[in-house]
């Protein structure tokens, strides 16, 4: 006999925990069941079985909503409706769509949850509503050290993952207008990242640079492309770490061509056979170079456990260019193209953002002559 699921049971006690989702099944619920947002906002199809997990969990004496979060990883196999994640900071299911956000032009009184926020407002047919964070988002990216349902979100109801971007990126121009800052800053998407990706080393969560006397930096315009790139968000970002990385494709081959000659000791014909063996023809070869002077151990450990690349040079090179020109739109030439900003990106970008960032800053130790931690 199937275990059964107490749809009443279950809500009462959804409610009673300040979950804002409710749960009814779909026709006689021996297959899917319904995960509703609050007003009907939003409405996901999610298997039976991950439905008859939550509420083994939810009425196994409960306290803290926060002790679900583990149960949403790898929540999207289990939804059979219209849906995506975005990079920490988002979901979207259908025309509904929410998000983490930074602003000081909305504010928040942590003693009581209460938000001082523009009314509602709509961009055609786009809805758009300030306010604390559905259950649903928090379950999905709990990383912010805050209470249960507490940190702001721009929530759209009306869009499509099609227009998402468009619809965000005038929801938060319009908001800025609306209500704004004291301190001349916009609204920002921002990502709720788990413990584990605020640090580059598991066992190294407050490692700081311990020096006084640092080197000054050889190269100091890769270090401003590094800088920059710090500041930025989603795909550009990216693009400039990758900048960071092409700075050092001359520095490289020269380094190269100087082994080289050395190897060769005066052997002239030898020199002239590796020279012609060794030059670069594409852009490929130049980073390949980059990543043969700044290889270490650690770059190993950080690439291969991350799943990006095996321990090959060739097809670590492979994958960072293949990235940086999926990014870039399919770029094949030395032009660089303009392309329109991403405000918000998935995981996959999310995570080759932070292998990009690590490469950029070993190349910048290696090559460029600017202090570290850990490289």
């Not at 500041?231 to 100087?258: H, S, T």
Request: hydrophobic residues 35%; aromatic residues 14%.
């Amino acid at each position: 006999m199937l275990q059964s699921v107490n749809v009443s049971l279950l809500n009462e006690q959804l409610e009673k925990l300040s979950i804002d989702f409710r749960v009814k099944p779909l026709g006689d619920g021996t297959k899917f069941y319904w995960l509703y947002g609050p007003d009907n906002s939003y409405a996901m199809k999610v298997k039976r079985d991950f439905v008859l997990e939550f509420q083994t969990a939810v009425m196994d004496n409960l306290e803290d909503p926060r002790d679900l979060c583990g149960l949403f990883s790898g929540f999207e196999a289990n939804v059979k409706s219209s849906f995506a994640l975005y990079s920490y900071s988002g979901f979207l299911t259908k025309d509904y769509a929410e998000f983490y956000i930074d602003y000081s032009g909305i504010t928040q009184d942590h003693s009581n949850g209460d938000v001082s926020a523009p009314s509602p407002f709509s961009i055609g047919d786009v809805s758009v509503k300030l306010s604390t964070s559905s259950s649903m988002l928090y379950f999905l990216y709990p990383g912010f050290e805050i209470e249960f349902n507490s940190h702001i979100t721009i929530k759209l109801k009306g869009t499509s993952k099609d227009s998402v971007e468009d619809d965000l990126c005038a929801a938060l121009h319009y908001l800025s207008l609306i209500s704004p800052s004291l301190y001349g800053d916009i609204p920002t998407i921002v990502a709720a990242y788990p413990e584990e990706l605020l640090s580059d080393d598991d066992d190294q969560n407050d490692v700081k640079l311990e020096k006084s006397e640092l080197a000054k930096p050889s190269h100091p315009i890769a270090l401003r492309y590094f800088y920059y790139a710090d500041l930025l968000w989603g795909e550009e970002r990216l693009l400039y770490y990758y900048k960071v990385l092409e700075y050092f494709f001359d520095i490289a081959w020269r380094m190269k061509i100087i082994d080289l000659v050395r190897e060769s000791g005066e052997n002239i014909e030898e020199l002239a056979h590796q020279l012609e063996r060794h030059q670069p023809k594409i852009e490929k070869d130049y980073l390949y170079f980059v990543f043969e002077r700044i290889q270490t151990d650690k770059m190993w450990d950080y690439v291969t456990r991350s799943g990006f690349s095996r321990r090959d040079l060739r097809k670590l090179t492979e994958n960072v260019y293949s990235v940086r020109n999926k990014v870039a739109h399919g770029k094949e030439t030395d032009n660089f193209k303009t392309i329109v900003p991403s405000i918000i990106s998935d995981s996959e970008v999310h995570r080759t953002i932070t292998i990009f960032r690590f490469l950029a800053e070993l190349a910048l130790s290696k090559l460029g002559n600017v202090d570290s931690v850990g490289n």
